[in-house]
């Protein structure tokens, strides 16, 4: 027994009658109040009849009631004005305990109730529910999907405010912060993030008109240009680096920090810095034109970027390679979106109490497709199908922040499979 499933009975009414204190006094909960996930009673503003007096105020939660001792409460000040303490075993006198009541509840639930809990806290499938999933509800996935979409974004929303702190609400180059960070995606992401903090936006807008000094600052900046170039294309580079680097004092980050093990060559970061460069080239405007976009396809318009025609032929600074254009695929413009225009609308809903964007946001995901990765293969070995990027995203929210944490008891589809014969 542990607490998270005591408070889970509470919270949903799922204690059977008779309830009474350990003085015999019956008990009836007219609300069992509201969960509080800070310092405190367990939960707060309930109200409970016990006896003929009804009560209102906090309810605190343990699985014995000695635990009131060894959690310390009895010197709290928060814990002198609880109505009720809830435990599964009381194993200790009444007397001892306080002036409040004591409601033993270890009779009062379905057992079974609590042997599929448990039967979820000791799997080791892929989620816990992963034998009994089938039977889940729709409108239980449903709901689920929309509360951890929402939580997602505001999860990734609340990501974009630590950028703008640093620079101190500047949208522009927040967003430009923010676009950097994702073209480096999971593996390069906090990578491209120390290259754009280490090189502000106004300086790479002083040179928009030349390609060749944007890649000249941003690959100078990144540190991967060789003391000794490899090749023509490398020395001209270098020389301007040095050159601008002198005129803004620029410090470039370290080279180790970028990542090219187990990387496809497309993805390797002297490409995706080659394409930032050219997202760059000739535009002030990026996020004026993005937050000006209805639908995901104009946004992919506007974020149309390919790299400069030296790495037509090359995946790195002086080794050959066979020709190609170096121009991102419809996934990665789709994950731009995901994981930066997304979540920064919804940001600019939230500050600016805009709920036009906050529904843009939501939309853009329902116009892109689902990404295909290890998460939505699981997901898929379990019968989901997914018709778009708000459902993907939604579950691959519900398998890293519920499933893999066993947070079954907050989970909807959890409690719907519990709730189940």
């Given at each position: 027994?542990?607490?998270?499933?005591?408070?889970?009975?509470?919270?949903?009414?799922?204690?059977?009658?008779?309830?009474?204190?350990?003085?015999?006094?019956?008990?009836?909960?007219?609300?069992?109040?509201e969960?509080?996930?800070?310092?405190?009673?367990?939960?707060?503003n309930?109200?409970?009849?016990?006896?003929e007096?009804?009560?209102?105020?906090?309810?605190?939660?343990?699985?014995?009631?000695?635990?009131?001792?060894k959690?310390?409460?009895?010197?709290?000040?928060?814990?002198?004005?609880?109505?009720?303490h809830?435990?599964?075993?009381?194993?200790?006198?009444?007397?001892?305990?306080?002036?409040?009541?004591?409601?033993?509840i270890?009779?009062?639930?379905?057992?079974?109730?609590?042997?599929?809990?448990?039967?979820?806290?000791?799997?080791?499938?892929?989620?816990?529910?992963?034998?009994?999933?089938?039977?889940?509800?729709?409108?239980?996935?449903?709901?689920?999907?929309?509360?951890?979409?929402?939580?997602?974004?505001?999860?990734?929303?609340s990501?974009?405010?630590?950028?703008?702190?640093?620079t101190?609400?500047?949208?522009?180059?927040?967003?430009?912060?923010?676009l950097?960070?994702?073209?480096?995606?999971?593996?390069?992401?906090?990578?491209?993030?120390?290259?754009?903090r280490?090189?502000p936006?106004?300086?790479?807008?002083?040179?928009?008109?030349?390609?060749?000094?944007?890649?000249?600052?941003?690959?100078?900046?990144?540190?991967?240009?060789?003391?000794?170039?490899?090749?023509?294309?490398e020395?001209?580079?270098k020389?301007?680096?040095?050159?601008?680097?002198?005129?803004?004092?620029?410090?470039?980050?370290?080279?180790?920090?970028?990542?090219?093990?187990?990387?496809?060559p497309?993805?390797?970061?002297t490409?995706?810095?080659?394409?930032?460069?050219?997202?760059?080239?000739?535009?002030?405007?990026?996020?004026?034109?993005?937050?000006?976009?209805?639908?995901?396809e104009a946004?992919?318009?506007?974020?149309?970027?390919?790299?400069?025609?030296y790495?037509?032929?090359?995946?790195?600074?002086?080794?050959?390679s066979?020709?190609?254009?170096?121009k991102?695929?419809?996934?990665?413009?789709?994950?731009?979106?995901?994981?930066?225009?997304?979540?920064?609308?919804?940001l600019?809903?939230?500050?600016?109490?805009?709920h036009?964007?906050?529904?843009?946001?939501?939309?853009?995901?329902?116009q892109?497709?689902p990404?295909?990765?290890?998460?939505?293969?699981?997901?898929?070995?379990?019968?989901?199908?997914?018709?778009?990027?708000?459902?993907?995203?939604?579950?691959?929210?519900?398998?890293?922040?519920?499933?893999?944490?066993?947070?079954?008891?907050?989970?909807?589809?959890?409690h719907?499979?519990?709730?189940k014969?």
């Amino acid at each position: 027994m542990n607490e998270a499933f005591i408070n889970y009975l509470w919270h949903n009414s799922l204690l059977r009658a008779p309830l009474v204190t350990t003085q015999g006094q019956p008990i009836y909960v007219i609300n069992p109040g509201e969960l509080n996930a800070d310092a405190g009673p367990d939960f707060a503003n309930a109200r409970i009849k016990i006896g003929e007096e009804i009560w209102a105020g906090n309810v605190e939660i343990h699985v014995r009631a000695s635990d009131w001792y060894k959690h310390n409460h009895a010197d709290t000040e928060d814990y002198k004005t609880i109505i009720l303490h809830v435990v599964h075993d009381c194993d200790v006198p009444d007397n001892a305990l306080g002036q409040f009541p004591t409601m033993e509840i270890k009779n009062c639930y379905d057992p079974q109730l609590y042997f599929k809990y448990e039967a979820f806290m000791y799997a080791k499938t892929w989620v816990p529910c992963a034998a009994s999933f089938s039977i889940s509800s729709d409108i239980a996935r449903l709901s689920m999907a929309e509360k951890c979409i929402y939580e997602r974004i505001d999860r990734k929303a609340s990501e974009i405010e630590k950028l703008m702190v640093f620079t101190v609400n500047n949208q522009e180059e927040t967003f430009y912060m923010l676009l950097a960070r994702c073209f480096g995606l999971k593996v390069n992401s906090q990578a491209f993030e120390m290259l754009a903090r280490s090189i502000p936006l106004t300086i790479l807008l002083k040179h928009r008109d030349q390609l060749n000094q944007l890649e000249a600052l941003l690959f100078g900046q990144s540190g991967l240009l060789a003391d000794d170039a490899r090749d023509e294309y490398e020395y001209e580079l270098k020389r301007e680096y040095l050159f601008l680097r002198k005129k803004y004092n620029l410090v470039p980050i370290p080279s180790h920090v970028w990542k090219f093990m187990r990387l496809m060559p497309a993805s390797f970061p002297t490409i995706r810095i080659a394409q930032f460069a050219n997202l760059l080239h000739g535009s002030s405007h990026v996020l004026a034109r993005v937050l000006a976009c209805d639908t995901a396809e104009a946004i992919i318009e506007v974020l149309q970027c390919i790299a400069s025609p030296y790495w037509d032929t090359h995946y790195q600074f002086g080794i050959p390679s066979q020709r190609s254009v170096k121009k991102p695929s419809n996934d990665f413009y789709n994950l731009l979106i995901i994981n930066a225009i997304v979540p920064y609308l919804f940001l600019q809903g939230k500050v600016f109490d805009n709920h036009e964007h906050k529904e843009k946001a939501i939309g853009l995901l329902e116009q892109i497709a689902p990404e295909n990765n290890a998460l939505t293969r699981g997901w898929s070995s379990l019968g989901l199908e997914f018709k778009d990027a708000f459902n993907s995203q939604a579950f691959n929210e519900l398998k890293t922040k519920y499933c893999n944490q066993k947070r079954c008891l907050e989970c909807r589809i959890g409690h719907n499979i519990l709730g189940k014969d």
